[in-house]
């Protein structure tokens, strides 16, 4: 999952997406579209990407939230690297993290999201 995470940051700088992106966008357009867990794990089902890395990017948030945005990873089976402006600007503050599955990358995500 290591791999997958460098990968994963190193493809926002790609030309073109370095790791499989089909479970990220099955994800994001469960979140764009405000599914429920129960329809999240429907999707996934259907689309045959249950047992597939996926990798969840985030801004927005203060260097003091930090270590709450890891207990949050960690919870949900995930991996992280932050990457956090030196004059903690929130919009310049970003959280890379990988999960063995799309529907533990949604439950991370479904979290942070009831935090603000």
Do not use: W
Request: charged share 25%; glycine share 2%; with cysteine.
């Amino acid at each position: 999952m290591n791999t997958y995470l460098e990968r994963f940051m190193e493809s926002e700088e790609a030309e073109y997406p370095l790791v499989d992106m089909n479970s990220v966008v099955c994800i994001v357009e469960c979140i764009n579209q405000g599914y429920s867990l129960e329809q999240v794990k429907l999707k996934v089902e259907t689309k045959q990407l249950s047992n597939t890395y996926t990798g969840i990017l985030m801004s927005d948030f203060s260097a003091a939230e930090k270590d709450e945005l890891i207990k949050m990873v960690e919870t949900n089976k995930g991996i992280y690297r932050f990457q956090l402006s030196d004059n903690d600007d929130p919009e310049e503050n970003t959280i890379y993290a990988a999960f063995p599955t799309p529907l533990d990358a949604y439950q991370f995500y479904d979290i942070f999201s009831h935090k603000r």
